[in-house]
């Protein structure tokens, strides 16, 4: 071995080593392996360490595992991230531990020794093809509660394709920034903005798009402290991205929405990387506003999920009030309105509401809505006006103590404070009021899903304040992460719908649920 190899072994046994995976459910070891709750063997998971160890040290084989303990089980689908870090100055010995999300599944320690390799070729990666599993029936016991048409296999496919899509235009996207040819060795997103000549702030979306192909295999990740770096593996296939939507227009047709904003927002990167752009221009130029009109539609079943799973929680927690006092922020052009007094006419709860004040800062949307409400309702008492979350609510004309359901559908996670749109919301309710929303909720921490593609370069999506225990990324929230925010804005009985713990176990697309706090009488 070169003097030039072991310096660079050596620099490397001071940086650790990350690697993010999930055993699909079709893998040959499954079949026989707890049929019907599958748990995946732990000789698999080995197998994915020993394929990490291989890809960190290609100068080195393993020679044993010292010790190994597995702590916990793993789910087929489920990710889990790999990490090596070197266990003594000798390097010849690493430690490892696998974590699903912060909770540890298995650790250990490998032996290994040095070989003499020449530099291994570039190995070129095909394109799979499309062909998820089939959707687990064990997902209906825990969305029982909705209408029997909403998650439906339809759907399921339709998510499945739009995750793929956005693995394919993030291959694309990488390939128009010209960052593929610098990943040869390990890159952090800030550097290759630097040596790109990109925006500082598009670190983060670089970021984003580069975590988005772990999933491929084909590009790898360390971290040291803060800082995680890349490197491509091996050659990433050509993007399939007109079959793709072929195929996600023949499973639904108003799936062509969704795929027109990806592909909106997509062809902004490289003006927005240089600084020629700015997002909220490019994406709601005049041009672009059928687009949204479109997404926005209840028709898009893959947006008006969301709509849905807060209508229903939202009902619940209503169904034995007389009277019903609601104000809705954030309603865009109308669509979660829609969904909701359609759910409590089903209910039989429309007769007792006695106001419903619907907000929306966009004047354009706004009245759109307030054309379709007020012709279908004309015996309601709707009201419209324009409420800026991040500002004083009572200054707005919102009155302390006034409504028994504060509503909103994908609106509080742009907050640029968090805990004072929340505290806004309280105050807003009276006394045991509810705060209600749907939201795109993150599985599992720092996991990419797909419609960050269309909002992340927006300024009102990523310039918000952050919080380590609450929101310590811009973007989506996680259940969890919820769960912690809604007692510190002074929320009790705090719920999250539907069982989104026990439905991420089995499939790790599922990106819907509404949250929900009661305001504690006397709480000031």
């Known amino acids: 071995m070169t003097a030039r190899n072991n310096d660079i072994i050596a620099s490397a046994r001071q940086i650790n080593f990350e690697r993010c995976r999930a055993i699909p459910t079709d893998h040959p070891s499954l079949a026989g392996h707890f049929p019907g709750a599958p748990v995946v063997p732990g000789v698999v998971i080995l197998d994915e360490i020993a394929a990490a160890l291989a890809e960190w040290r290609p100068g080195c084989q393993l020679t044993g595992v010292r010790a190994v303990k597995f702590l916990l089980p793993l789910k087929p689908e489920q990710s889990f991230t790999i990490c090596l870090t070197p266990a003594n100055s000798a390097g010849m010995e690493v430690d490892f531990v696998s974590r699903v999300e912060d909770r540890t599944i298995v650790e250990g320690r490998?032996?290994?020794?040095?070989?003499?390799?020449?530099?291994?070729?570039?190995?070129?990666?095909?394109?799979?093809?499309?062909?998820?599993?089939?959707?687990?029936?064990?997902?209906?016991?825990?969305?029982?509660?909705?209408?029997?048409?909403?998650?439906?296999?339809?759907?399921?496919?339709s998510i499945e394709l739009m995750e793929r899509y956005s693995i394919d235009l993030a291959i694309d996207l990488l390939a128009?920034?010209?960052?593929?040819?610098?990943?040869?060795?390990?890159?952090?997103?800030?550097?290759?903005c630097q040596t790109l000549s990109y925006q500082p702030r598009?670190?983060?979306?670089?970021?984003?798009?580069?975590?988005?192909?772990?999933?491929?295999?084909?590009?790898?990740?360390q971290t040291d402290g803060d800082i995680r770096a890349y490197r491509l593996r091996h050659a990433l296939w050509q993007p399939q991205l007109a079959h793709l939507r072929a195929i996600g227009l023949d499973i639904d047709s108003a799936n062509a929405p969704t795929l027109d904003l990806l592909d909106q927002a997509a062809n902004l990167y490289p003006a927005i990387a240089r600084g020629e752009?700015?997002?909220?221009?490019?994406?709601?130029?005049?041009?672009?506003?059928?687009?949204?009109?479109?997404?926005?539609q209840n028709e898009n079943l893959a947006y008006a999920v969301n709509n849905w799973v807060g209508a229903v929680l939202a009902a619940e927690r209503l169904s034995t009030r007389s009277k019903l006092r609601i104000?809705?922020?954030?309603?865009?052009?109308?669509?979660?309105?829609?969904?909701?007094?359609?759910?409590?006419?089903?209910?039989?709860?429309?007769?007792?509401?006695e106001r419903y004040l619907i907000t929306e800062p966009n004047a354009f949307f706004r009245r759109r809505g307030e054309r379709k409400l007020a012709t279908q309702y004309r015996d309601l008492p709707l009201e419209w006006g324009a409420l800026d979350i991040n500002s004083v609510w009572d200054s707005q004309?919102?009155?302390?103590?006034?409504?028994?359901?504060?509503?909103?559908?994908?609106?509080?996670?742009?907050?640029?404070?968090?805990?004072?749109?929340?505290?806004?919301?309280?105050?807003?309710?009276?006394?045991?009021?509810?705060?209600?929303?749907?939201?795109?909720?993150?599985?599992?921490?720092d996991q990419p899903i797909y419609p960050e593609l269309i909002f992340q370069t927006l300024d009102s999506f990523s310039d918000v304040n952050t919080d380590r225990e609450i929101r310590p990324n811009p973007g989506f929230l996680t259940a969890d992460q919820w769960r912690r925010a809604f007692p510190r804005a002074g929320f009790r009985h705090i719920q999250v719908a539907p069982q989104i713990d026990s439905i991420r176990e089995i499939y790790s697309h599922f990106f819907t649920a509404a949250i929900c706090g009661e305001r504690a009488g006397g709480n000031n």
């Open 110 to 157: 490998l032996q290994i020794s040095r070989v003499h390799t020449r530099n291994m070729a570039a190995r070129p990666s095909e394109a799979p093809d499309f062909n998820p599993p089939p959707y687990d029936p064990r997902l209906a016991q825990w969305l029982q509660g909705y209408p029997a048409s909403l998650f439906s296999e339809r759907l399921y496919r």
């Open 176 to 192: 128009r920034l010209d960052v593929i040819d610098q990943l040869e060795g390990w890159r952090s997103a800030k550097q290759l």
């Open 202 to 221: 598009f670190s983060s979306v670089l970021d984003w798009l580069l975590k988005r192909l772990l999933e491929t295999g084909c590009i790898e990740a």
């Open 277 to 296: 752009q700015n997002a909220e221009q490019g994406l709601f130029e005049p041009q672009a506003i059928p687009l949204w009109l479109n997404y926005f």
């Open 327 to 353: 104000l809705e922020v954030g309603a865009g052009a109308g669509s979660a309105s829609e969904i909701l007094l359609r759910w409590f006419d089903e209910r039989g709860l429309l007769p007792r509401i």
């Open 397 to 445: 004309g919102v009155s302390g103590g006034e409504f028994d359901l504060v509503y909103g559908v994908n609106v509080l996670h742009v907050a640029k404070d968090l805990l004072f749109s929340l505290n806004q919301a309280r105050d807003a309710l009276a006394n045991d009021g509810w705060l209600v929303i749907g939201e795109c909720v993150r599985p599992h921490v």
